[in-house]
C-alpha cells in the first residue's frame, strides 16, 4: 500500500506542474489589460467564497469584506509588477533594480490591521480570531492572484474553505476543555468561598480554576462569588446549573462562556 502511494504521488506532482503550465501559458497568451482582468476577477471570486462562509456564520468581516480584501491585494500585486516592467528613464551608467515584492511586504503587515479590527474582547473571552486569520490569508491569496499563480491560489482557497467550513465539525468530536465564568450569590458566613469551590468540584469532570468574591449589602449579610470553571462535557456542566437551582441559598447571577 505505501509503495502504490509514493509511486502516485510524483505522478500528481507533475499532473499539477503540467495544469499549472497550461493554465499560465493560456492566461500569459492573453495580454494586457485581459490577464490582469482575470487575475482581478479570481482574486474576488476565492475572497468572496471565503467571505461567504463567514457571513454565512455572522461572522464580523464576510462576504464584501473578503471580497474588497482578495480584489485590493491583487490589485496592489499588479501595480508592484507594472512598477518593476516599466522603462524608468535613467542614466547608462546606472543600474535601476526595482523589487516587485516590497509593496506586498507592506500589504501583509498592514492587513493586520484590518484583522485587529474584528477581534474584540467579550465577557472575559477574545473572539474573531479566525476570522482575522482568514483574512490575512484571503490577503495571501489575492497577492497569489495578482501574482498570476493560479493554480496555487485556487488550491490555498480550497484550504481556507476546508479549515474553516469542514474541520469545524471535526473540531466538535474533538475532547477539550471548556471554560465558564459563573457569579454566584449566597449567604456569606466564613469560609463560604472554599466550601463553594468543594461543592462545585463534587461534581465530576468540573473543576474550579480561579475564584474571587464581593460581600454586598450594608450589613455585609450577602456574597457574590466569582468561578472560573473549567469542564469537558457540556451536559456534565448543564446538569451542574441544574443542580444549583435546586440548592437553598444558593442564587446563580450570571454565566457566560469564555473563548
Not at 204 to 211: C, G, I, Q, S, T
Request: with cysteine.
Amino acid at each position: 500500500m505505501f509503495h502504490v502511494f509514493m509511486f502516485h504521488v510524483p505522478m500528481l506532482a507533475f499532473s499539477l506542474h503540467v495544469l499549472d503550465q497550461q493554465i499560465a501559458n493560456w492566461a500569459h497568451g492573453l495580454e494586457w489589460p485581459v490577464e490582469p482582468l482575470i487575475r482581478l476577477t479570481l482574486a474576488a471570486f476565492l475572497g468572496g467564497l471565503v467571505g461567504l462562509e463567514r457571513e454565512i456564520r455572522g461572522r464580523q468581516a464576510g462576504f464584501r469584506t473578503n471580497l474588497l480584501v482578495g480584489l485590493g491585494c491583487a490589485l496592489i500585486m499588479i501595480v508592484s509588477i507594472s512598477f518593476a516592467y516599466h522603462p524608468w528613464p535613467h542614466d547608462r551608467q546606472f543600474n535601476i533594480n526595482v523589487d516587485p515584492a516590497r509593496i506586498a511586504y507592506g500589504v501583509m503587515a498592514g492587513i493586520g490591521f484590518l484583522g485587529a479590527g474584528v477581534i474584540v474582547k467579550q465577557d472575559g473571552g477574545v473572539r474573531g480570531l479566525t476570522t482575522a486569520a482568514g483574512l490575512w490569508c484571503v490577503a495571501a491569496i489575492g497577492l497569489a492572484c495578482g501574482m498570476g499563480l493560479y493554480l496555487i491560489a485556487l488550491i490555498a482557497s480550497v484550504l481556507v474553505l476546508a479549515a474553516l467550513w469542514f474541520l469545524d465539525y471535526f473540531e466538535k468530536f474533538l475532547p477539550k476543555v471548556r471554560y465558564r465564568l459563573v457569579t454566584l450569590r449566597r449567604p456569606w458566613h466564613p469560609g463560604i468561598v472554599e466550601e463553594t469551590v468543594q461543592m462545585i468540584e463534587r461534581h465530576e469532570h468540573l473543576n474550579v480554576r480561579d475564584a474571587g468574591f464581593t460581600r454586598l449589602g450594608d450589613d455585609l449579610s450577602s456574597v457574590e462569588i466569582r468561578l472560573r470553571i473549567a469542564f469537558a462535557s457540556k451536559q456534565q456542566y448543564y446538569a451542574f446549573e441544574q443542580d444549583l437551582d435546586r440548592r437553598p441559598g444558593c442564587q446563580i447571577i450570571s454565566a457566560s462562556s469564555e473563548s
